[in-house]
Each structure stands twice: as structure tokens, then as C-alpha cells.
């Protein structure tokens, strides 16, 4: 399995309050991704980075913010959590953009709830 | 924008027998993935597929992409009660330096009964 790992694993918070999810890995591969879940829209990209500082929107971006200091971590923060971003948030890791292995593994998941 | 559409979204079926799951997509693409995940866990790599008519097999799973068609499928040969999970496919958009942005389906959720 890939070195990565999550934290929080579960989180439970109240709307208005500032969240940090932080992915951590250990196979010093340059690409990171965060992904939310939810039922029926499968999973959906927050925001990516393809570099230390070098981060981008995905499709749901508003709301949260990305950053990447070093190479192994990458943190989600709500700036102010509401209850629709209560979800299942996914950490995921691609070592290029090389057809061949840019196959991207999923970290274990953070379950957030925003009351 | 890129959409993603699987069918169907709930499979029941017996032990014993075949069943294929479909992806369409709107986009071309040059990559696809197939993804499983069991109840409370993490996604599971399972294939991914390169070109036209490329076909991957790993145990009773196989997969297919027709890029001139935007489908991919997957198909189970002889179900198992270990095959029940949810499946899904995923395209890529991107990639030179900016890395590959998925777009995922909303996912296959089988149940192979015995």
C-alpha cells in the first residue's frame, strides 16, 4: 500500500469554525490531490498540487483552501465550516503525469462532520 | 466540462454469473481508471487503461476502452460474494506538469448474492 495516512480520521466541528485536514506521505511522489465523497456525485476534486507552493482549483474549490510546504504534506482548510461540507474527504497521491505512473492511491479517508 | 455516467448504479446479482458495468464519458481522454471500494474504506486501484481497445484482466474482472466510442466496461465473469463493492470508473483531464485531474462516475454498487 502507498505511505499515506490521514488526520484527523474522524472530526466532528461546528459551523463557523475553521477546519485543517492534513495528508501526510512517505513515498516522495510530487503530485497530491484532495477529494470529497458524497452520495450519489461519487468523488470530486477540491484542490491538486503538482509541486511544493504549486497548487490549483478543482471542481468544487470554493470554500476551502490548499497548502504544500514540503513534498510529504498537504493541508485542507475550511476557512469556516458549513454543514454542506459535511463529507468524506479524500487524500490521494500520483508519483508523475506519465501515462504509465500516473496512477493515483488513496489515502484511508476523514469523515467530517459540521453541525 | 467532462461527465462521467455509469451503469448501472446498483447491481444485485447471483454467484455464478456475468454482468457487465458501463462508462461513458463526454471528453476525450487519453487515460482511464477503474477504482474499487469496499464499505468504509479507501479506493482500490484496479486497472488502468491507455488506448483504444486496450484490455486488462485481472482474476474475474476485465476491462476495455473504446476511446472512439468514450466507453469503457467492465465486465465480471462468475461472480463472487469477495466481488461485492462499489466500482468506479474514472477519466483523466490534465496532466503534462499540472498533474491528472480525475473526474470520477457516481460509482457501481454491486452485491453478489449467493
Known amino acids: 500500500d502507498a505511505g499515506i495516512t490521514q488526520s484527523p480520521r474522524h472530526k466532528v466541528t461546528e459551523t463557523g469554525t475553521p477546519v485543517t485536514l492534513r495528508c501526510h506521505q512517505t513515498?516522495?511522489?510530487?503530485?497530491m490531490y484532495w477529494y470529497r465523497q458524497d452520495p450519489g456525485h461519487g468523488l470530486r476534486l477540491i484542490h491538486y498540487?503538482?509541486?511544493?507552493?504549486?497548487?490549483d482549483k478543482g471542481e468544487v474549490s470554493d470554500g476551502y483552501s490548499v497548502s504544500r510546504s514540503k513534498t510529504e504534506d498537504f493541508l485542507l482548510t475550511l476557512e469556516s465550516a458549513t454543514s454542506s461540507q459535511t463529507s468524506v474527504y479524500f487524500c490521494a497521491i500520483s508519483e508523475s503525469v506519465l501515462p504509465t505512473t500516473d496512477t493515483q492511491y488513496f489515502g484511508p479517508g476523514t469523515r467530517l462532520t459540521v453541525l | 466540462e467532462l461527465k462521467v455516467e455509469q451503469n448501472p448504479l446498483f447491481l444485485s446479482m447471483q454467484e455464478g454469473k456475468n454482468y457487465t458495468i458501463y462508462c461513458n464519458y463526454s471528453t476525450t481522454s487519453d487515460r482511464l481508471y477503474w477504482y474499487r471500494q469496499d464499505p468504509g474504506k479507501s479506493l482500490e486501484s484496479l486497472f488502468v487503461l491507455l488506448s483504444n481497445g486496450a484490455v486488462k484482466q485481472e482474476g474475474r474482472l476485465m476491462a476495455s476502452l473504446d476511446t472512439k466510442a468514450r466507453l469503457s466496461t467492465l465486465h465480471i465473469t462468475a461472480a463472487v460474494h469477495d466481488l461485492s463493492a462499489t466500482y468506479f470508473c474514472a477519466v483523466a483531464l490534465g496532466g503534462k506538469t499540472s498533474g491528472s485531474r480525475l473526474t470520477f462516475g457516481e460509482g457501481t454498487q454491486l452485491t453478489v448474492n449467493p
Open positions: 498540487s503538482y509541486g511544493v507552493k504549486d497548487t
Open positions: 513515498e516522495n511522489h510530487r503530485y
